[in-house]
């Protein structure tokens, strides 16, 4: 075996040693690992060399050796094998799943929520692009004498609904005629077209009824709005003050970076669109530098895609986590594909 590549196998061997027990990794633990024999003098030497080239790094004098922030990279770029999820684990994930997807919004807080479970660290899902939706239907049901809500439901699957008022008392020939003018009228248009200037168009369009309507179009208007933006639901936030390698400090600005939700959705449609993790400084603050991010895309049709996403510690398991967000990927693609068909 020549000098480099088994360097790399005891890189490996280091790396995945460490990402087990979180101690530091002696030169006998590789030796027991390694699928060659080995002396434990040349692993040390071998270890002494990678800790040279920043791949290794030594806490103290007399203790073993821990991946650095590149150990980590080169792991994860070159040497790390596949780890698929068996049929059985495939299977609950998607039992899981189906419990819990009569909305793309209660598909994905379920996805979140079942990466969180499985990894012990905190999740994200992130929904479709709400800008490339088109209005598919809007309904209305009446809650009071006076009160009704108006249910947009959209091309990407989101139902939003919106509570309206009015100064006279409805009846369901009234919704129903709400009904007949606002679909002919919106259906089919794109959720960013509700601008206060079509609504007041299509107020004007509507005649002597438009009288009756200003309450209704608002909140077909308002609903649209919310329709547009974009979602990221975020579960497990907790897990990560339970890892010691990020204080307490660090651990308010992650939580805090968090609840941004639109600039955590930028970093993972980043991480997923390049190498699919992002290790410790490659995140774009400081607060992350002891954190990996692992993401893939996820995606139901040619204008339906998401992120799906695991934030956790430097030494998380990458080829689980590569492998569980991947089934968890097709698994909400496939389901959120059949919701849009419905």
Request: charged content about 20%; aromatic content about 4%.
């Amino acid at each position: 075996m020549e000098p480099t590549e088994r360097k790399m196998k005891i890189l490996e061997a280091v790396v995945e040693a460490y990402i087990k027990t979180g101690d530091p990794i002696g030169s006998k633990a590789v030796c027991q690992v390694l699928d060659f024999n080995v002396s434990s003098a040349t692993v040390r030497n071998d270890m002494a060399e990678l800790s040279n080239l920043g791949l290794l790094a030594q806490p103290h004098t007399s203790s073993g050796r821990v991946p650095t922030e590149l150990g980590y990279r080169v792991y994860v770029d070159d040497l790390m094998k596949p780890a698929p999820l068996s049929k059985r684990e495939q299977t609950a994930i998607k039992n899981m799943l189906e419990l819990h997807a009569d909305t793309p919004e209660e598909l994905l807080e379920t996805a979140a929520e079942i990466l969180s479970r499985i990894t012990g660290y905190a999740a994200a899902a992130t929904s479709p692009p709400g800008e490339n939706a088109v209005i598919r239907h809007i309904k209305f049901v009446q809650t009071g004498h006076y009160t009704a809500m108006a249910v947009l439901i959209t091309s990407l699957g989101s139902v939003k609904p919106k509570l309206f008022r009015c100064d006279y008392r409805l009846t369901p020939s009234l919704l129903e005629m709400f009904d007949k003018a606002v679909n002919e009228r919106l259906c089919g248009l794109p959720v960013l077209a509700m601008t206060p200037a079509f609504i007041q168009t299509t107020a004007l369009s509507l005649g002597e009824m438009s009288l009756m309507m200003p309450s209704v179009l608002l909140a077909v208007s308002e609903a649209a709005k919310e329709a547009s933006a974009d979602g990221t639901a975020i579960k497990g936030q907790s897990n990560l003050f339970m890892m010691p390698e990020l204080d307490a400090a660090c651990g308010k600005k992650v939580m805090e970076l968090l609840s941004h939700s639109r600039e955590l959705a930028k970093l993972m449609t980043a991480a997923a669109s390049g190498t699919g993790i992002l290790i410790g400084s490659e995140l774009p603050n400081d607060a992350f530098s002891s954190l990996s991010m692992a993401a893939v895309p996820y995606t139901a049709a040619p204008d339906c895609s998401g992120t799906l996403a695991v934030i956790g510690p430097l030494r998380m398991d990458y080829p689980k986590m590569k492998a569980v967000l991947e089934c968890v990927a097709d698994l909400v693609g496939e389901s959120l594909s059949g919701l849009l068909e419905l």
